[in-house]
């Protein structure tokens, strides 16, 4: 099938925040909960949202914690950084060792992807995030995010690749 460069997300804060507000309890009825807190998940703030993440290699549970940005949802997935668990941010090459080996073919991670605009960043490449989307990548249209997607389907995605592709840490504390 014919791959396309979809435009690149186009912001709205106020949108994405309302988005997820809405988003927040469908998503939790499918767990049987009704407070993100209830499945480990934060929100630190109105437009972002902390999920853990998981992964086992080698018989070695490790933690992640991912963090979802809403500033172009849900007319586009969220962004999506896995993040050091004090600061709650990303900065390379200190933090990369927070970061997942992902070799699935539909999710994998760059820690310093160089972006055509000039711009490097941390990219969990995935068309279910935000940035996959903002440096142009090519995509099969049936892959295309679509606003019936929740987040949840980002966190789905990166969950699955977790499972089966998981190759440890990024760099070893």
């Known amino acids: 099938m014919a791959q396309i460069v979809p435009p690149t997300p186009v912001l709205d804060i106020a949108r994405g925040i309302a988005s997820l507000d809405e988003d927040i309890p469908r998503v939790l009825a499918l767990f049987g909960k009704t407070a993100v807190e209830e499945l480990g998940w934060r929100r630190p703030n109105r437009s972002s949202l902390l999920v853990p993440i998981e992964g086992t290699h080698n018989g070695v549970t490790e933690n992640y914690v991912l963090r979802l940005g809403f500033a172009a949802y849900r007319k586009w997935p969220p962004s999506a950084q896995f993040v050091?668990?004090?600061?709650?941010?990303?900065?390379?090459?200190?933090?990369?060792?927070?970061?997942?080996?992902?070799?699935?073919?539909?999710?994998?991670?760059?820690?310093?992807?160089?972006?055509?605009?000039?711009?490097?960043?941390?990219?969990?490449?995935?068309?279910?995030?935000?940035?996959?989307?903002?440096?142009?990548?090519?995509?099969?249209?049936?892959?295309?995010?679509?606003?019936?997607?929740?987040?949840?389907?980002?966190v789905a995605a990166i969950q699955k690749a977790m499972a089966s592709f998981y190759g440890g840490r990024f760099a070893k504390l």
């Open 84 to 154: 050091n668990p004090n600061t709650l941010t990303y900065a390379h090459p200190v933090d990369q060792h927070h970061l997942p080996i992902l070799t699935s073919p539909e999710c994998h991670v760059h820690a310093n992807y160089a972006a055509a605009n000039g711009r490097t960043l941390q990219l969990i490449c995935c068309s279910a995030t935000q940035e996959f989307y903002d440096t142009a990548h090519p995509v099969e249209p049936a892959l295309i995010w679509n606003e019936q997607n929740t987040f949840y389907t980002t």
